[in-house]
């Protein structure tokens, strides 16, 4: 140990450990800033994939079908993206060992961009015929397998810096880039929706919001870069072990903390997708609703979501992060009971559907993210939370908008609750093995 160094306490192993002396003070705060301007980019981009899943792809690339069919057509190129995530996290966790952080991210991102801007470039299926097809499957396999290469450790370092008091506020702060996310794709569709005709948006108007998208991932490209090249933050990375571990020996030593893990948020992931691409999927099928106006609820729900994510965090703090989680699980349970009657209902009980399950959205995928970091040990936390991650992402949302639309086609909205159910249930189960097991912490 150096002479600069100082002796402190690892909160996660209780070890002690050499914590490197630095001008500059990092702060969970400062982390917390970099993390969410990162999810941002990342939720911008899935949610105008998905959102051009409903408005734009059953027609630019699925025209020989009709337009149920084809956004079951399109949902599955969708899920794409989740199947290719942990291909490209483990990927990408090779080329970190051997090249260094920087190196990773820059060309995930650089693929990242380049995937999302070759949608948007893309001939329609009028043109290309089934090559269309292809092609945007395959770009969809890119964006995903270089969103799984995105991963910076940045959300571990916080959650081990965190005072212990305050875990669940910062593990909150990280989960808030999904609506931010979700409310800017969300108002540019409709912006856009709102501003071209029919045939202008099918035209060329569903690819501006994948332009934008590009830009958003250049200028987090750079913001990224510029934390995690900075001395200080790969200090702390450093001496928290926050490096990439051997796959082989995480599975071996922690391979229930990466079940539970994965299964910890999934009524969370789960009702993430229901609220957002199936319902406005459901809206355009089976309702008279307006677009503009479902969407413009969406974003409003969305807003909701956030002052209710701040309050889980207090709450987190107070009462631990698995009691909080575990209690959003029988929320959720009890409300999907009456989606049924909500989606069955008149214009009033859709919006209820939306603004209520954006609600108790805001207060369980709050302390997602905290459920799945505090289940490992400093040393394998950085490989650990990012594959619990894209496996929970994988099993709760992944299939989600293509599987609930099926149900809610062919056996009625009842299955919709039925299926939210069995997320809720995935996300109780994992906390009461875990809770038997002491492998997720509750603070």
Known sequence: MSTSDTLTTDPASGRPRAEPSHDEHVTPGDLAVGVIVGRISQSFDVFVFGLGCVLAFPRAFFPFASQLDGMFYAFAVFALGFIARPLGSMFFLVLQRNFGLATKLTIALFMLGMATAGIAFMPGYATL???????????????????????????????????????????????????????????????????????????WGWRYPFFVAFAVNVVALFARLRMVVAPRYAEQMRHRDLEPSSMRELVRSHGRNIVLGAFAPLASYALFYLVTIFGLS??????????????????????????????????????????????????????????????????VQG?????????????????????????????????????????????????????????????????????????????????????????????
Do not use: K
């Not at 987190?316 to 349970?333: E, M, P, Y």
């Not at 609750?417 to 109780?428: D, E, I, V």
């Open 129 to 203: 015929g089934w090559w269309a097809i292809l092609a945007l499957a395959l770009l969809r396999f890119g964006q995903g397998f270089s969103l799984g290469g995105s991963w910076n450790g940045l959300a571990s370092l916080t959650a081990l810096m965190a005072p212990r008091e305050r875990r669940g506020w910062y593990a909150m702060l990280a989960q808030l880039g999904e609506p931010v996310g979700f409310i800017l794709a969300a108002g540019l569709f409709a912006y856009i929706w709102s501003s071209l005709t029919p045939n202008d948006f099918f035209a």
């Open 282 to 347: 459901w809206a355009l099928l089976f309702t008279q609703m307006s677009t503009i106006e479902f969407l413009l609820v969406q974003i409003i729900g969305a807003l909701v979501a956030i002052p209710c994510m701040l309050l889980s965090g207090r709450i987190a703090d107070r009462f631990g992060r698995r009691t909080t989680l575990g209690v959003c699980g029988v929320l959720i349970a009890i409300y999907s009971g009456w989606t049924a009657l909500m989606l069955s209902g008149g214009t």
């Open 351 to 443: 919006y209820l559907f939306i603004l209520v399950g954006f609600a108790l959205l805001g207060f369980s995928h709050a302390q997602a993210a905290g459920a799945i970091n505090s289940g490992f040990p400093s040393e394998f936390r950085y490989t650990g939370a990012m594959i619990t991650s894209d496996l929970g992402w994988l099993i709760g949302a992944g299939f989600a908008p293509l599987v609930v639309l099926a149900l809610a086609h062919f056996l009625g909205v009842d299955y919709v609750g039925l299926y939210l159910l069995s997320g809720a249930a995935g996300t109780l189960g994992a906390l009461w093995f875990s809770m038997r097991r002491g492998s997720l912490p509750n603070d």
